[in-house]
């Protein structure tokens, strides 16, 4: 097992967000993380790579329990991240923002195998982040994620804000990286981009997994979306 949820409880002040979140992700795994707005999703990742810290529970990565790490540590063991929105530093340039990436960057082909994924953004090193598209956005801060070649990326709502040709390009690179290695815990609201990425799907319920399936299964049984998300894939 790669990374390891144990009854994982999170709280924003008085607020109990998460209340026992137990997940499993393999190595060389996509997993999914579907749930309706404001179970928990974006609170599951925070919580894993030590933005905010759980009020119980354990977390294991590589049998190694990394429960009350600092973020800088968690990042360096080989957990990447790219949050909603993306953050990046908006007036500095593309390779700027890069750099922030490399700075515990552990070893693999670095600016290379970026250029390769995405091909465009070598022409795009000066420019500031803050003036591209939102699938240019994208691919600079997935970029600057995998320049410290991790072992998993956790990634939040890729596809927010991009455009059909973008969103089918992300599925491109996502799975890609899958193909080379990288394990991959996917938070999405488009259900179809989830379901033809993922090896296997978690469905969050107020801040709980209260089911977790293999794609095939799923496949054949499309009342299950209904059931937690109200919608049909
Ligand atoms: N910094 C914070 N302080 C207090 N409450 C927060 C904070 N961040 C999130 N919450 C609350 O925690 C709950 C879970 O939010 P979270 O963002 O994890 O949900 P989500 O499943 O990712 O939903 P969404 O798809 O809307 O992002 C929500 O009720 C939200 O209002």
């Known amino acids: 097992m790669l990374l390891r949820l144990e009854d994982i409880h999170t ?4 607020s109990h967000i998460l209340q026992g979140v137990s997940m499993e992700i393999r190595k060389g795994e996509i997993v999914g993380l579907l749930g309706r707005n ?3 999703k974006t609170t599951t990742l925070n919580t894993v790579v030590g933005f905010v810290k759980p ?13 009350s790490y600092p973020c800088h540590k968690i990042s360096r063991m080989g957990i990447a991240y790219v949050p909603q929105g993306r953050h990046l530093f908006p007036q500095m340039t593309v390779l700027e923002n890069l750099k922030t990436g490399m700075l515990y960057a552990t070893g693999g082909d670095g600016l290379d195998r970026v250029f390769d994924l995405f091909p465009n953004l070598k022409r795009l090193l000066d420019q500031k982040a803050g003036s591209l598209s939102g699938g240019e956005q994208q691919a600079v801060a997935i970029s600057r994620a995998i320049l410290k070649n991790p072992e998993i990326l956790l ?3 890729p596809t927010t804000g991009l455009m059909p040709l973008f969103v089918n390009s992300l599925l491109e690179i996502v799975r890609r990286l899958n193909e080379e290695g990288m394990t991959i815990l996917l938070v999405e609201e ?3 981009f989830v379901l033809s990425l993922s090896h296997r799907i978690y469905f969050m319920v107020k801040g709980r997994i209260e089911h977790g399936a293999a794609k095939e299964d799923l496949v054949e049984r499309p009342e299950v979306f209904v059931d937690y998300l109200g919608v049909r894939p």
Do not use: A, M
């Not at 009020?55 to 429960?67: A, E, M, P, W």
């Open 11 to 14: 709280h924003y002040g008085k």
């Open 38 to 40: 404001g179970v928990g």
């Open 55 to 67: 009020s119980k529970g354990r977390l294991i990565f590589n049998d190694r329990d990394f429960t």
């Open 155 to 157: 990634l939040d709502e």
């Open 190 to 192: 488009k259900v179809p």
